[in-house]
């Protein structure tokens, strides 16, 4: 459908890496590939840093088999192969949720093999998130995740800096801000 009603949305899309170099050079901040929906952007934004979701660019190719097995799903070599093409060059860091486990093989090869990745961060999550236990081990997880960023980053995440950001992602950007 040609109507225009996703072109703005498209237009983000195609252009999420010119975004994030020029946010990048713009700011002299930290760009990070989240390999995950469930990634806590938040912790990412207060730290002053940029997450970049990793996706799929539905292209043929060939550069993955010597990292993941072939038989690993299209978007586990299509995610590793964004990386080693070079598509996320201007990213120090990836961080991936909990996932499954080829996908937990993607990551592992980003980690070793993307020439731009400095750091990485794992963030397991509750199998049984109905579990009583669930929002207390996650809650303990994005702690340490918080930690990590804190020591990585050598400035505080206070709790009032994490309620400001929430607060900015529950709200849609200003369209100016975004492309």
């Known amino acids: 459908m040609a109507d225009g009603l996703f072109d703005q949305f498209r237009n983000w899309y195609e252009k999420r890496h010119d975004y994030a170099r020029d946010w990048k050079a713009r700011t002299g901040g930290q ?72 996908y937990r093989q993607t990551f592992s090869s980003w980690r070793s093999n993307v020439p731009s990745v400095q750091w990485d961060y794992y963030v397991p999550m509750p199998n049984d998130v109905q579990s009583p236990h669930a929002r207390k081990a996650h809650h303990a997880e994005l702690q340490s995740f918080r930690t990590f960023l804190q020591a990585l980053t050598g400035k505080e995440l206070t709790d009032a800096m994490l309620r400001r950001r929430w607060r900015w992602s529950m709200k849609p950007p200003p369209v100016a801000s975004v492309v």
């Open 31 to 102: 760009v990070v590939a989240t390999m995950c929906t469930y990634t806590a952007e938040e912790l990412l934004i207060a730290a002053g840093m940029l997450p970049v979701r990793v996706l799929g660019a539905h292209e043929p190719q060939n550069v993955t088999e010597p990292h993941i097995f072939g038989m690993f799903c299209p978007f586990c070599r299509d995610s590793l192969a964004q990386g080693l093409l070079g598509r996320f060059d201007y990213a120090e860091g990836v961080t991936l949720t909990q996932s499954c486990i080829q």
